[in-house]
């Protein structure tokens, strides 16, 4: 039970942008002491942040295939060893928005009402905007150093009918993840 309900996170997480109303938010950050010019090579962390159990699930071959495209775009090789950066993947998912039964609204217009201040008519729980907040990041990890060294994030709604394909929602949020990338491989 634990194995199917941990896969299933990571498929829901991975597959954000096929599973979005808007377009993800995609944030990046950088270490601005790397020296990227020095860079050419990369290659896979083991184990990957969504590895389940030992073993690379499908949701991980798709994200390596579709950040494998993204480097080699941008003048990276792929190495089996030592390579200069190390790539890591993570998922996450959490419930946003909606109400209690009683009333008390956690997120949204209704927001300033607290269980320790007062509570609502029953009437008022409203669950709406209740949704799937899937998270997904993508780390670049200086091997030699073992620093992180960029990292990008995209966050967005996830809608449950779009899962049974997706790998168009990997590949999109991958490339629109690495487009906040604006390094190429050194000489």
Known sequence: MRHSTILATILLAASIVAC???????????????????????????????DVDGYSPVVTQSLKSATRRELEARGYRYADSDPDLLV?????????????????????????????????????AYDADKYTEGTLNIDLVDAKR????????????????????????????????FAKYGYRAGP
Do not use: C
């Open 88 to 124: 890591n993947f993570g998922a996450r998912l959490a419930k946003v928005g909606g109400s209690d039964l009683m009333g008390t609204q956690h997120v949204g217009y209704y927001g300033y009402r607290r269980v320790a201040v007062y509570k609502a008519w029953p009437s008022y």
């Open 20 to 50: 979005t109303r808007n377009a993800p938010d995609i944030q990046s950050d950088f270490d601005h002491s790397a020296n990227f010019a020095s860079f050419k090579t990369f290659g896979y962390a083991s184990p990957l942040g969504t």
């Open 146 to 177: 073992k620093q992180l060294v960029w990292e990008g994030v995209a966050v967005g709604r996830v809608k449950d009918e779009k899962l049974t394909n997706p790998q168009p929602g990997i590949d999109n949020v991958v490339g629109e993840i």
